[in-house]
């Protein structure tokens, strides 16, 4: 029997500002998840929370896309969010663009990531959570991750990861997607998914087919048609025996990439990898954070998890990330700091602009 994972993950509210999810919408969410658990929905679940956003990671036998499932999620959203409108918690069912469940959450403003598999006879599953960021920020440490041989020994030295990996790159400006081969069409990945805020990777594959990785990749201010706030992804990856090992699925985040997000999701700035604890994007809402969890999923139950950034051996990463932090921060209202103009689009930039629109004159 297959087992299947799914993490779907929302904003609905926080204190104070953006920073935390309330523990009693946590709560809330665990009691629903509790429920669907008792009626056979789910078969194990796990609550998380990067920053304001919550992070359901659920294991059940229904497949991906199932409706029962999404509504579950979708359900403890919204019971959370009605306790975030009596507290006047800050962005209360922020991420919830619809009152009503039509079927799948995709396109109701909750990030999804899913995988079905069959279980191997032992199964490493890590869960990466974010905060003040974009799908895009996935890309470079998943791609490290699956086919960067100074990242992943194994991609050398072990012959069952050595014929690389398949990615899966939606451009969801376009609404298009591509099926790349790693070694082979290296070049050519890295050329699209260098646009971080264009070309996202949505899944990776053994050449075999396998799952290897899935990443949420809604964009909620393109859904949204407005700045309601960003779409802070989540990302699934199976590690060892045939997949990259625990250690080389976690070591491309001690390396604090720039990514967009930060204030306002306006800014570029250092991604600070951090335990389930430190979660809390303050300064200047930020800089833009990961979690890290590592789970064995067994028969469908959720061993675990590690708290996989909770290592000292990550301290001189956030250190690197807060240096560079107060240096980027020097840079104010100005670029590279702030995003670039067509990023700007989907931020609160045009509101201003139309303002000004009218002062300008032509040039001869
Ligand atoms: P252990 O000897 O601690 O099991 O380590 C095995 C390994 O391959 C670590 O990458
Ligand atoms: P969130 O997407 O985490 O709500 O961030 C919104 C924001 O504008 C932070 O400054
Ligand atoms: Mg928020
Ligand atoms: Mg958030
Ligand atoms: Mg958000």
Same mark, same amino acid.
């Given at each position: ?6 993490? %779907? ?18 709560? %809330? ?149 591509? %099926? ?20 996202? %990777? ?163």
């Amino acid at each position: 029997m297959k087992t299947t994972v799914s993490v %779907i993950k929302a904003d609905i509210g926080s204190v104070s500002g953006h920073c935390v999810a309330h523990p009693e919408l946590m709560d %809330i969410c665990d009691e629903v998840l509790n429920e669907a658990l008792e009626t056979g929905i789910l078969k194990d679940y796990y609550v998380s929370r990067c920053g304001d956003d919550i992070d359901l990671i659920m294991t059940h036998d229904k497949g991906e896309e199932n409706e029962e499932v999404h509504k579950t999620a979708y359900s403890a959203f919204m019971k959370a969010t009605e306790r975030a409108r009596e507290l006047k918690l800050y962005g209360a069912g922020q991420d919830l663009l619809s009152d009503t469940f039509s079927g799948n959450i995709k396109g109701m403003g909750p990030g999804v990531a899913e995988m079905e598999f069959e279980e191997r006879p032992s199964d490493p599953v890590l869960v990466f959570c974010c905060d003040k960021t974009e799908p895009g920020a996935f890309n470079m440490p998943i791609f490290r991750m699956f086919a960067d041989p100074f990242n992943t020994a194994g991609l050398v030295i072990d012959p069952s990861l050595h014929d690389g990996f398949k990615f899966e790159v939606f451009d969801v400006i376009e609404h298009r997607k591509v %099926i790349l081969n790693c070694p082979e069409e290296m070049y050519d990945l890295l050329a699209l998914i260098g646009s971080t805020g264009r070309y996202v %990777i949505k899944r990776v594959w053994k050449k075999n087919g396998e799952i290897a990785s899935a990443i949420s990749t809604e964009r909620l201010n393109l859904m949204a048609g407005e700045y309601v706030g960003k779409d802070d992804p989540v990302a699934i990856v199976r590690a060892q025996s045939g997949f990259p090992a625990n250690g080389e699925c976690v070591d491309p985040f001690a390396f604090p990439h720039m990514v967009s997000g930060w204030m306002r999701g306006s800014h570029n700035g250092p991604m600070m990898p951090v335990s389930e604890a430190e979660a809390n994007p303050i300064r200047f809402d930020g800089p833009p954070r990961v979690v890290g969890l590592g789970f064995q999923v067994a028969n469908g139950e959720l061993i675990g998890p590690v708290d996989l950034f909770d290592d000292p051996a990550f301290d001189p990463t956030r250190e690197q990330a807060a240096k560079i932090a107060t240096y980027i921060r020097r840079h104010g209202p100005f670029e590279p700091h702030r995003l670039p103009a067509e990023e700007m689009e989907y931020t609160s930039l045009p509101g201003v602009m139309t303002k000004l629109e009218e002062r300008f004159e032509d040039m001869e």
